[in-house]
Nanobody, 123 residues
């Protein structure tokens, strides 16, 4: 059974930074694609970033240059470093695993999800 546990969310002022963690059990993250998504009430879950098993990374345009996705194979953990945060980044952030080698940006393409962590950016 695959379990994903996100942590690192919180309240931060605009311009600040947070680092989210996604720790996994039941799946080796270096063998799958791991994505970060975010969701605000009343809206669909939005793709943020992905890292594939070959360490290819891709970001949605609104976070390029501000967010960095990375992976620590020894800890079986994927991180999302978020810098220069804006109020528009406020959301619940989820990590998700997609089995296989190809990345995707659709939430329906992912097989396992964490419970989410709240990120709130104040102006």
């Amino acid at each position: 059974q695959v379990q994903l546990v996100e942590s690192g969310g919180g309240l931060v002022q605009a311009g600040g930074s947070l680092r989210l963690s996604c720790a996994a059990s039941g799946r080796t993250l270096s063998s799958v694609a791991v994505g970060w998504f975010r969701q605000v009430p009343g809206k669909e879950r939005e793709f943020v970033a992905v890292i594939t098993r070959n360490s290819y990374t891709h970001y949605t345009d609104s976070v390029k240059g501000r967010f960095t996705i990375s992976r620590d194979n020894a800890k079986n953990t994927v991180y999302l470093q978020m810098d220069s945060l804006k109020p528009a980044d406020t959301a619940v952030y989820y990590c998700a695993v997609r089995d296989g080698s190809r990345w995707a940006s659709g939430s329906n393409d992912y097989d396992y999800w964490g419970q989410g962590t709240q990120v709130t950016v104040s102006s």
